[in-house]
């Protein structure tokens, strides 16, 4: 057998091609738009051991939380990065979407359309309040904007930006806060760490009542998210960087957590990633922060993380390669077809997944 075939026949079997992670999804199962209840959502809990599954509501959860666990949420805030603007020169209707802050004033973004916005072009938004200068074009067609204006940046975004609503949501978003997470604090994600929009304060408030431990941590979760992995090999796809921060207190109470002998419970594959580039070989979390590529695939060892709270992925997607690598992906892919028969809702408004 040629070397080529044997490495694709091994590739299948660790779950290594891309291709392993597609599943048929009808239309109608993309959620487009909230639950009035943020806690009223449907909940699928999968035993990663033996692939069995039951159906829930997520404000179950408090059943299958002990005194002790340890939840891990994501505090970051979703900018409202999407910016509609005009051509100074010629008035043409163009969008910037902001990605990350690389200086005072200078933003890295995704900009359309892409051959009207070279370097030295400007844009005017809403009422002339925000003005921008395109200065290069960066890694992947991304370009580096100035901004100009008068007043307070965070203020001047609210009333001229939206919130930047994955591609696959078609609807308008009535209310902001409802693509941020009820603990949301610090700004500059692109995107929420969806998972976490199922809380509700009542429900968190009961859970610490129940000696259920909150780990707060930051990852500012960027557009890379929704990228495609576009390589047949998935060691080969290029991951996203994401800017990252755990506190002394946040270490400090996962840490206590697993030596005590009891589960840490990460709330979203954002908070996932976040434990796991900062743990040590040992397990042990550390304070500490910066940026993180990390890439979880079938195959990678988890450090610190026992359980997890999260969303319906995107087929071929790295958040889907990221919880089969804990799950196992036949448990998992069995488990979608599961809620796709049961009419689970998808993606970012949708129900989501318990898996211990």
């Given at each position: 057998m040629p070397e080529e075939t044997i490495n694709q026949e091994q590739n299948r079997a660790a779950g290594l091609r891309t291709a392993d992670y597609y599943f048929?999804?009808?239309k109608e199962l993309i959620a487009q738009d909230p639950l009035a209840d943020r806690s009223s959502s449907r909940m699928l809990m999968l035993d990663r051991g033996t692939g069995a599954v039951e159906h829930h509501g997520?404000?179950?959860?408090?059943?299958?939380?002990?005194?002790?666990?340890?939840?891990?949420?994501?505090?970051?805030?979703?900018?409202?990065?999407?910016?509609?603007?005009?051509?100074?020169?010629?008035?043409?209707?163009?969008?910037?979407?902001?990605?990350?802050?690389?200086?005072q004033d200078v933003w890295e973004a995704l900009v359309r359309p892409g051959k009207k916005l070279r370097p030295g072009a400007a844009v005017i938004f809403g009422d002339g309040r925000l003005r921008a200068e395109i200065l290069d074009v960066v890694e992947e067609g991304n370009r580096l904007v100035r901004f100009f204006y008068q007043g307070i940046w965070e203020?001047?975004?609210d009333s001229l930006g939206e919130m930047p609503l994955p591609p696959y949501i078609t609807h308008r978003l009535a209310d902001k806060n409802?693509?941020?997470?009820?603990?949301?604090?610090?700004?500059g994600s692109a995107a929420a760490p969806t998972a976490g929009l199922h809380f509700t304060d009542e429900l968190l408030a009961k859970l610490q009542g129940m000696g259920v431990e909150l780990a707060y941590v930051t990852l500012h979760v960027g557009l890379g998210t929704f990228r495609p992995v576009k390589v047949e090999n998935v060691r080969e796809h290029h991951m996203h960087t994401e800017r990252y921060q755990v506190t002394r207190e946040a270490a400090d109470k996962i840490n206590r957590a697993k030596e005590n002998g009891h589960r840490v419970i990460c709330v979203g594959t954002t908070s996932c990633r976040t434990v796991e580039s900062a743990?040590?070989?040992?397990?042990?979390?550390?304070?500490?922060g910066g940026d993180t590529d990390i890439f979880i695939y079938p195959g990678y060892r988890f450090k610190v993380?026992?359980?997890?709270?999260t969303n319906f992925h995107l087929p071929e997607s790295t958040l889907l390669m990221l919880v089969s690598a804990f799950a196992g992906r036949e448990h998992v892919l069995a488990a979608y077809e599961e809620a796709v028969r049961e009419r689970y809702r998808f993606f970012s408004f949708g129900d989501c997944m318990l898996i211990r």
């Open positions: 048929d999804l009808p997520f404000a179950d959860i408090v059943r299958y939380v002990r005194p002790g666990d340890c939840l891990v949420l994501n505090n970051t805030k979703v900018i409202p990065a999407r910016l509609l603007g005009t051509k100074a020169d010629t008035g043409a209707a163009v969008e910037i979407l902001l990605l990350k802050q690389r200086e203020e001047i975004l409802r693509y941020q997470t009820v603990y949301a604090r610090y700004e743990a040590g070989e040992d397990g042990r979390l550390r304070a500490c993380m026992d359980g997890l709270i």
